[in-house]
């Protein structure tokens, strides 16, 4: 890539316009692309909330922390020590089969 203050082929400088910063800077890393699918209430919210040319990123930092293994076991930690949530799964494992698979209404 050339820098504006160096010159191009000729001794010519190369204008400004012509520099070109990677995509991605923020994690100085190569992007893939990934299809998703999910349902249209959060595809509108996305849209909506974090704007169209943004949800990549915003996908991408709600990932990161789930792949970190140190944030990984505090988060997997945590809930352990939820109750709420222990409380909730507690009442899941105590509905019959036939209860638990019912579509809510």
Not at 25 to 37: D, E, H, Q, S
Not at 41 to 61: C, K, M, P, Q, T
Request: with cysteine.
């Amino acid at each position: 890539m050339t820098e504006p203050s160096q010159s191009i082929k000729g001794g010519a400088s190369a204008p400004p316009f012509l520099f070109v910063r990677p995509a991605n800077t923020y994690y100085n890393t190569c992007m893939r692309k990934l299809t998703i699918t999910v349902s249209d209430e959060v595809y509108e919210g996305l849209h909506r909330r974090i704007g169209a040319r943004r949800i990549s990123s915003f996908l991408d930092r709600l990932a990161r922390p789930y792949l970190d293994d140190e944030a990984a076991e505090a988060l997997y930690r945590a809930a352990q020590d939820d109750q709420d949530r222990i409380e909730t799964l507690a009442d899941w494992d105590d509905l019959p089969a036939e209860e638990a698979l019912e579509e809510p209404s």
